[in-house]
């Protein structure tokens, strides 16, 4: 069964600091990965997705993750918070055939002016 | 805008009753997801449906029941309702080949009093 691991509930950075949001992911098989993020009261929105070819991935908003196989990992990061990178962001996997997402259980960003 | 659509956005209800959430997946979509978001659970898949049969089943209650239509739209019925089901239900589709992302919807807050 595939599962996904966020190590922080909660991360704090200044704003223009380096975003850094871990997720290590297991999977008995090559999997799809995802970031989501979801704003107060909104839905999940998707941030960016690893299926296959290039590991190093570029989503919306200066959002890129790397598929690191040798560690399993699939890290998001930004290079520069702004204030409205304040949000709860999700790590999700997805094996190849298996239908369903599996989500983690969330990290909490706040951008410290 | 995902293209999924979600009503009520908002419900409140007591305890014992019995409610309905519809969702209109993206055009074009055949897979239907629906999703519990809750503090102490997360994000948790409750069960899919591919053009009006059944696929997966996850963490659903015997209460909840689910059913896709041939317009295939969704609904998601809860009964005997407990304090604890107040929680955040989304909905989400995707073409239902396995592979790619979900489309959320908004979601539907539902409060148990």
């Known amino acids: 069964a595939q599962s996904v691991t966020q190590l922080g509930s909660h991360v704090s950075v200044s704003e223009g600091a380096l975003v850094l949001l871990r997720c290590n992911y297991s999977?008995?098989?090559?999997?799809?990965l995802f970031w989501y993020v979801q704003y107060p009261n909104q839905g999940l929105q998707l941030l960016l997705k690893?299926?296959?070819?290039?590991?190093l991935v570029k989503g919306i908003n200066g959002f890129e993750a790397e598929f690191k196989k040798s560690e399993t990992s699939f890290h998001l990061t930004k290079p520069s918070a702004h204030m409205s990178d304040a949000a709860e962001y999700f790590c999700?996997?997805?094996?190849?055939?298996?239908?369903?997402?599996?989500f983690g259980t969330g990290t909490r960003l706040t951008i410290i002016p | 805008d995902s293209g999924v659509t979600q009503t009520p956005k908002h419900l409140i209800t007591a305890t014992g009753q019995r409610v309905t959430l519809r969702c209109s997946p993206r055009?074009?979509?055949?897979?239907v997801y629906w999703y519990q978001q809750s503090l102490d659970q997360g994000l948790q898949f409750l069960i899919q449906?591919?053009?009006?049969?059944?696929?997966a089943k996850g963490n659903i209650l015997e209460r909840f029941s689910a059913q896709q239509f041939p317009d295939l739209h969704s609904e998601l019925n809860l009964s005997s309702l407990e304090l604890g089901d107040s929680a955040l239900y989304f909905c989400?589709?995707?073409?239902?080949?396995?592979?790619?992302?979900?489309?959320f919807g908004e979601g539907s807050r539902l409060t148990v009093l």
């Open positions: 690893y299926t296959t070819g290039a590991t």
């Open positions: 449906y591919y053009n009006g049969e059944e696929r």
């Open positions: 055009s074009g979509d055949l897979s």
């Open positions: 999977s008995s098989v090559p999997p799809y």
């Open positions: 999700a996997v997805r094996g190849f055939g298996n239908e369903k997402l599996t």
């Open positions: 989400a589709s995707d073409q239902g080949v396995g592979t790619g992302e979900l489309f």
